[in-house]
């Protein structure tokens, strides 16, 4: 399903040619010959820390990294790449504390009450209002916020060392639909889209898929400036 989507997008909207490259024999890949790789959203365990440093090097060299919502999981918290889950030691002790906390509150759960917990931490679907650095190429063509679209409690911390395109500044940007009041909490000064240069190139971090079953609208935009900004 992810890879259709951005599959969709090339060949329905836009009308573009791409090459696409499976997972099975992507090892044995020349680089060189591309210059722009997307990875949509799913979990990939061919990116190990060799391969990492493989893609440092190449996008040093000018190529562009797109890592679209769960791909981001393989590169957090490496030495490789600057993307991190919380931006202090002092976020992610708190953090953790809370998921202590509820896990302690678990171990003596009525059975009742399982459910209400588990919704407690979950995102089937909600709308946020992300605040937009509309100055910034990725940005193009939107005004100074963009409607992202939640699909699950993952977040990362703003960027230290790159910009900041997209981010969640507070609950109060939540606009429509369900997410679990942990991960509310969770949510706040969080990235949704960040751009971090390397060398002569750049790695686009997607937190929340644009594309997501090629129906939301107001994220193709961004995805199309994210493959083919200058």
Do not use: C
């Not at 997501?212 to 193709?220: D, H, I, L, S, Y």
Request: cysteine-free; hydrophobic content about 35%; proline content about 3%.
């Amino acid at each position: 399903m992810s890879f259709g989507e951005v599959w969709y997008y090339f060949e329905q909207d836009v009308e573009y040619p791409v090459t696409v490259l499976d997972v099975s024999y992507f090892s044995r890949i020349d680089l060189s010959k591309y210059d722009v790789l997307v990875v949509p959203n799913g979990y990939y365990r061919i990116f190990n820390e060799n391969k990492r440093k493989d893609l440092v090097q190449w996008v040093r060299d000018g190529g562009r990294l797109v890592l679209i919502s769960n791909a981001l999981r393989s590169f957090v918290n490496t030495d490789q790449f600057g993307l991190t889950k919380y931006i202090s030691d002092e976020k992610e002790s708190s953090s953790k504390k809370m998921e202590e906390e509820l896990e302690e509150d678990r171990i003596l759960m009525e059975y009742e009450d399982e459910r209400r917990l588990s919704i407690s931490n979950n995102t089937p679907g909600a709308i946020y209002k992300a605040k937009i650095d509309n100055s910034h190429p990725l940005a193009f063509g939107y005004p100074q916020h963009y409607f992202t679209l939640k699909l699950g409690g993952s977040r990362y911390s703003y960027l230290k060392d790159g910009w900041n395109v997209g981010i969640i500044e507070s609950a109060n940007d939540h606009v429509s639909g369900f997410v679990g009041k942990n991960v509310e909490k969770n949510l706040s000064e969080s990235l949704v889209f960040g751009v971090e240069e390397m060398g002569s190139g750049s790695v686009v971090y997607m937190v929340d898929n644009p594309l997501f079953r090629a129906f939301w609208q107001n994220g193709k935009m961004i995805f199309g400036n994210a493959v083919f900004m200058k």
